[in-house]
């Protein structure tokens, strides 16, 4: 059976790129009816964090990467790896060294080869206290990485010193853990980042090691599939510093995990047609680790924006009310965007007018983060833009005739969107403008932006003593 294993290291937000590869593992495993296995790697006790341990599992799951085992944690296995090394050690593949990265240094300041030099690898360094092992790396000869991805990789022996493997404090490192945890786990393929492609020969080399070690049982070496680079729009590698590339930070904008999730799939693999949105079923059944991309894969947030909006318009009607709850009904919600505050009151809000408006918002809004500013004037008395204020109303004395004149046809329209529509329409025409012209001092009079969901469907829903009141308001201000 197929086993493979996400294995993060919780130093910081979830990042896409950890996102993806996590996607990646869980439709192979899917596809092909084999495992999946979480296996957390917090051995780096100076960097990692207990609430980063938890969010890499809060954010699989809010995207539904359900994991069949684990979370396994690499710290909980120390044992495992010291007993690994010392197999190593006896075998003569390891051996120990007490030279100081100053003393390194100074030898190989002159060497044509960069690196440490071998030093220590004859002169018969006891073990003690503040003594390192390093792996006797093979002086002839190379390491082949077969990937599914990129094909045969061939890494040649003289291109790698000889690595340390558990530091003199007795900490075993990331080469030598991941072989063992990947040994006793019976991970059948590593799926993983582009970027930990240098190391894997590393994890080879002790693979192979550790199978010749007297009372270690041989396990045959997974098959390796390394991802392409996600790239900014500078085809640069994404940055955690310059890119916004938190998982946790997209679920607080009110992007929905079906949209990132078939955002993602799309980052390095194609499904058989040409669809951009495609569903997590057809995701399964269609992916395979052979089609994926060896090509860096450019992270567009823009594109990522119109995938979620089309699956938010293609919520129904009680799906999206539900989605949107946490930015609109917060005080009643599970969860909340963090830092967000509505700007309107329990008391303010009405539910019954939230659903008569939520249809009008779906086909307006890309993320679930726009709804609060959108919504807000019905519920509460809307502040003008001053900008557009200053622009549409102050400067420009046919908005204020245009106000006034829709004031009074208005006052006796009937109150439908269509009779709405013709009598902004026709009083536009007598000014000269067009119906967006038209529309606009009336939009801001009433909304206070230039922008929001359908005019004359928001007008009939507020009524007709509120758009009055609020169009009259607007007026005296603007001659004020």
């Known amino acids: 059976m ?25 439709l192979f495993a899917r596809h ?23 969010g890499i599992i809060s954010a699989m799951a809010w995207l539904g990467l359900d994991y069949d085992e684990g979370p396994f944690y690499q710290s909980d296995l120390l044992a495992e790896h010291t007993a690994a090394a010392e197999a190593l050690l006896g075998a003569g593949h390891l051996y120990a060294c007490d030279c100081t990265r100053e003393a390194i240094d100074a030898r190989i300041a002159t060497n044509a080869k960069p690196g440490y030099d071998g030093f220590c690898r004859d002169r018969g360094v006891e073990r003690a206290p503040g003594v390192a092992l390093r792996f006797r790396v093979p002086d ?22 000889d690595f340390i493997v558990v530091k003199g404090n007795g900490v075993v490192l990331y080469p030598l853990a991941n072989a063992v945890d990947d040994r006793s786990m019976n991970i059948s393929h590593i799926i993983r980042g582009e970027d930990l492609l240098p190391t894997t020969p590393k994890q080879i080399m002790m693979w192979h090691a550790l199978n010749e070690c007297a009372g270690v049982t041989p396990v045959n070496l997974p098959r390796y599939a390394h991802l392409p680079l996600l790239v900014n729009e500078s085809r ?24 990132i999730v078939s955002y993602l799939s799309l980052l390095g693999w194609s499904p058989r047609g040409d669809e951009e949105i495609i569903s997590r079923e057809a995701l399964v059944e269609q992916f395979r680790l052979e089609d994926v991309s060896d090509s860096p894969a450019f992270f567009d947030l823009k594109k990522m924006t119109h995938v979620n909006g089309e699956f938010v318009r293609a919520l ?20 909340r965007p963090d830092d967000r505050v509505v700007p309107w009151s329990e008391d303010d809000f009405d539910d019954e007018l939230w659903r008569q408006v939520a249809p009008l918002v779906q086909t307006r809004v890309a993320t679930m983060g726009e709804i609060p500013d959108m919504i807000a004037f019905f519920f509460v008395e809307p502040a003008l833009d001053d900008v ?18 829709a004031i009074e046809r208005l006052a006796e329209v009937a109150w439908t969107v269509d009779d709405l529509h ?13 119906l967006r012209q038209a529309q606009a001092p009336v939009r801001l009079a009433v909304t206070g932006a230039l922008v929001g969901p359908p005019l004359f469907e928001s007008l009939v829903i507020l009524g007709r003593d509120v758009v009055l009141a609020r169009l009259g308001s607007a007026l005296t201000a603007a001659l004020s």
């Open 316 to 335: 129904s009607p009680e799906e999206f009310l539900e989605a949107a709850a946490p930015w609109v009904t917060p005080w009643a919600s599970n969860w």
């Open 422 to 434: 013709a009598a902004i329409l026709e009083t536009g025409d007598a000014l000269g403008w067009k």
């Open 236 to 259: 640069k590698k994404l940055s955690k510093r310059k890119d916004p590339v938190s998982v946790e930070q997209y679920r607080n904008d009110g992007f929905l995990p079906e949209a």
């Open 388 to 405: 557009a204020f200053a622009k549409v109303l102050r400067a420009d004395p046919l908005g204020r005739v245009m106000l006034a004149s």
């Open 140 to 161: 002839e000869g190379v390491t082949v990485v077969d990937d599914v991805i990129r094909g045969a990789i061939t890494f040649p022996h003289d291109a790698y010193e």
């Open 2 to 26: 197929n086993r493979v294993r996400f294995a993060p290291s919780p130093t910081g937000f979830f990042h896409v790129g950890s996102a993806r590869t996590s996607l990646f593992n869980w």
């Open 32 to 54: 092909t009816g084999g495992t999946f296995v979480l296996r957390i790697e917090d051995t780096d006790a100076e960097r990692n964090r207990e609430e980063w341990k938890a």
